[in-house]
Protein backbone atom coordinates (compact mmCIF):
# COMPACT_ATOMS: atom_id res chain seq x y z
CA UNK A 1 0.00 0.00 0.00
CA UNK A 2 1.46 3.43 -0.84
CA UNK A 3 1.02 6.65 0.91
CA UNK A 4 0.19 9.59 -0.45
CA UNK A 5 2.31 12.83 0.98
CA UNK A 6 -0.28 15.58 1.15
CA UNK A 7 1.32 18.71 -0.79
CA UNK A 8 -0.32 21.76 -0.04
CA UNK A 9 0.69 24.92 -2.67
CA UNK A 10 3.55 22.66 -3.64
CA UNK A 11 5.47 22.17 -0.05
CA UNK A 12 4.65 18.96 2.09
CA UNK A 13 1.94 19.34 5.32
CA UNK A 14 4.23 21.43 7.88
CA UNK A 15 3.16 18.88 10.44
CA UNK A 16 4.16 15.91 9.22
CA UNK A 17 7.61 17.62 8.15
CA UNK A 18 8.09 18.50 11.57
CA UNK A 19 6.90 15.03 13.22
CA UNK A 20 9.46 13.42 10.23
CA UNK A 21 12.37 16.00 11.63
CA UNK A 22 11.91 14.37 15.45
CA UNK A 23 11.99 11.15 14.40
CA UNK A 24 15.17 11.73 12.04
CA UNK A 25 16.54 13.61 15.18
CA UNK A 26 15.43 10.87 17.97
CA UNK A 27 16.79 7.64 15.59
CA UNK A 28 19.92 10.10 15.12
CA UNK A 29 20.37 10.15 19.13
CA UNK A 30 19.14 6.77 19.87
CA UNK A 31 22.09 4.99 16.96
CA UNK A 32 24.60 7.49 17.93
CA UNK A 33 27.33 5.74 20.16
CA UNK A 34 27.69 6.31 23.96
CA UNK A 35 31.09 8.00 24.62
CA UNK A 36 32.29 8.27 28.04
CA UNK A 37 34.61 10.38 29.00
CA UNK A 38 38.29 8.90 30.83
CA UNK A 39 39.30 11.15 34.05
CA UNK A 40 41.88 9.60 36.58
CA UNK A 41 40.58 11.94 39.29
CA UNK A 42 39.41 11.07 42.58
CA UNK A 43 36.83 13.05 44.62
CA UNK A 44 35.77 14.04 47.81
CA UNK A 45 33.70 16.38 49.84
CA UNK A 46 33.89 17.62 53.34
CA UNK A 47 30.94 19.12 55.20
CA UNK A 48 31.25 21.78 57.97
CA UNK A 49 29.34 23.13 61.00
CA UNK A 50 26.71 25.44 60.52
CA UNK A 51 28.16 29.33 60.11
CA UNK A 52 31.73 27.66 60.97
CA UNK A 53 35.14 27.34 58.60
CA UNK A 54 36.82 25.05 61.05
CA UNK A 55 37.15 21.77 59.36
CA UNK A 56 35.57 18.89 61.87
CA UNK A 57 38.01 15.85 63.37
CA UNK A 58 35.31 13.44 61.88
CA UNK A 59 35.95 15.25 58.55
CA UNK A 60 39.77 15.45 58.87
CA UNK A 61 39.75 11.65 59.95
CA UNK A 62 37.81 11.24 56.36
CA UNK A 63 40.27 13.33 54.25
CA UNK A 64 43.19 11.58 56.45
CA UNK A 65 42.26 7.97 55.03
CA UNK A 66 41.35 9.22 51.36
CA UNK A 67 45.16 10.76 50.95
CA UNK A 68 46.17 7.67 52.64
CA UNK A 69 44.81 6.03 49.73
CA UNK A 70 45.64 8.13 47.84
CA UNK A 71 49.52 8.04 48.43
CA UNK A 72 49.80 4.59 48.26
CA UNK A 73 47.82 4.13 44.85
CA UNK A 74 49.68 7.46 43.30
CA UNK A 75 53.11 8.34 43.72
CA UNK A 76 53.04 10.75 41.40
CA UNK A 77 50.57 13.66 42.27
CA UNK A 78 49.83 16.81 40.15
CA UNK A 79 47.09 18.83 41.38
CA UNK A 80 43.64 19.33 43.81
CA UNK A 81 41.02 21.48 42.49
CA UNK A 82 38.56 22.89 45.65
CA UNK A 83 34.89 24.22 45.00
CA UNK A 84 33.17 25.49 48.07
CA UNK A 85 29.49 26.35 48.93
CA UNK A 86 28.04 27.80 51.75
CA UNK A 87 24.38 28.11 53.10
CA UNK A 88 21.63 30.61 52.39
CA UNK A 89 21.99 32.38 55.03
CA UNK A 90 25.16 31.56 56.83
CA UNK A 91 26.55 34.86 58.49
CA UNK A 92 29.47 36.18 55.45
CA UNK A 93 28.48 33.22 53.64
CA UNK A 94 30.66 34.64 50.59
CA UNK A 95 33.61 34.68 52.74
CA UNK A 96 32.92 31.34 54.55
CA UNK A 97 32.98 29.32 51.52
CA UNK A 98 36.51 30.99 51.06
CA UNK A 99 37.85 30.29 54.29
CA UNK A 100 36.74 27.03 54.78
CA UNK A 101 38.78 26.04 51.32
CA UNK A 102 41.80 27.32 52.93
CA UNK A 103 41.00 25.34 56.25
CA UNK A 104 40.94 22.39 54.08
CA UNK A 105 44.27 23.33 52.25
CA UNK A 106 45.90 23.69 55.23
CA UNK A 107 44.85 20.15 56.66
CA UNK A 108 46.35 18.75 53.57
CA UNK A 109 49.16 20.17 53.22
CA UNK A 110 49.72 21.39 56.72
CA UNK A 111 48.73 18.97 59.25
CA UNK A 112 48.89 15.92 56.76
CA UNK A 113 51.84 17.05 54.89
CA UNK A 114 49.74 15.77 51.44
CA UNK A 115 52.33 16.44 48.73
CA UNK A 116 51.15 17.77 45.58
CA UNK A 117 52.61 20.60 43.06
CA UNK A 118 49.06 22.58 42.70
CA UNK A 119 46.22 23.67 44.92
CA UNK A 120 43.70 25.35 43.00
CA UNK A 121 41.65 27.58 45.43
CA UNK A 122 39.04 29.48 43.32
CA UNK A 123 38.72 33.09 43.98
CA UNK A 124 34.96 33.06 44.62
CA UNK A 125 32.65 30.33 46.24
CA UNK A 126 29.03 30.17 45.88
CA UNK A 127 26.27 30.46 48.15
CA UNK A 128 23.12 28.71 47.87
CA UNK A 129 20.41 30.60 47.01
CA UNK A 130 17.83 29.16 49.09
CA UNK A 131 17.52 27.14 52.26
CA UNK A 132 18.54 23.85 51.90
CA UNK A 133 16.14 20.69 53.33
CA UNK A 134 16.96 20.32 57.48
CA UNK A 135 19.62 18.05 57.52
CA UNK A 136 21.15 18.47 54.31
CA UNK A 137 25.09 18.47 53.67
CA UNK A 138 24.30 19.45 50.29
CA UNK A 139 26.28 23.08 50.80
CA UNK A 140 28.68 24.06 53.83
CA UNK A 141 30.83 22.17 51.91
CA UNK A 142 34.43 22.11 50.16
CA UNK A 143 34.87 19.68 47.29
CA UNK A 144 38.47 18.05 46.44
CA UNK A 145 39.03 16.81 43.32
CA UNK A 146 42.30 15.03 43.27
CA UNK A 147 44.63 14.69 39.84
CA UNK A 148 47.30 12.24 39.96
CA UNK A 149 50.19 13.02 38.06
CA UNK A 150 51.05 10.20 34.90
CA UNK A 151 51.92 7.59 34.62
CA UNK A 152 48.15 6.93 36.35
CA UNK A 153 45.65 3.90 35.36
CA UNK A 154 42.71 5.13 33.43
CA UNK A 155 39.50 3.39 32.82
CA UNK A 156 39.86 3.94 29.05
CA UNK A 157 43.13 2.45 28.49
CA UNK A 158 42.08 -1.00 30.20
CA UNK A 159 41.67 -2.40 26.40
CA UNK A 160 44.99 -0.50 24.88
CA UNK A 161 48.03 -3.55 24.77
CA UNK A 162 50.33 -1.23 25.49
CA UNK A 163 48.49 -0.16 29.10
CA UNK A 164 50.22 -1.68 32.31
CA UNK A 165 49.04 -0.40 35.63
CA UNK A 166 51.37 -0.29 38.20
CA UNK A 167 50.24 -3.57 39.96
CA UNK A 168 51.39 -5.73 37.20
CA UNK A 169 54.60 -4.32 36.74
CA UNK A 170 56.18 -6.32 39.88
Known amino acids: MMRRILVVGGKVNKHRQTVLRYLLASLAVLLTPAASACSPIKSTGVVFDRNSAKVPAEQVLKIASWTALLRARYPNREAIFMTTQAAFGEDDANNLGLRRMRSVAE ?54 PLYNPLDQRR
Open 107 to 160: VLTGNLQFDVQRIHLPSIGYVATKPAPEGSNLVKRVDIDFLPACPHECPCQMGD
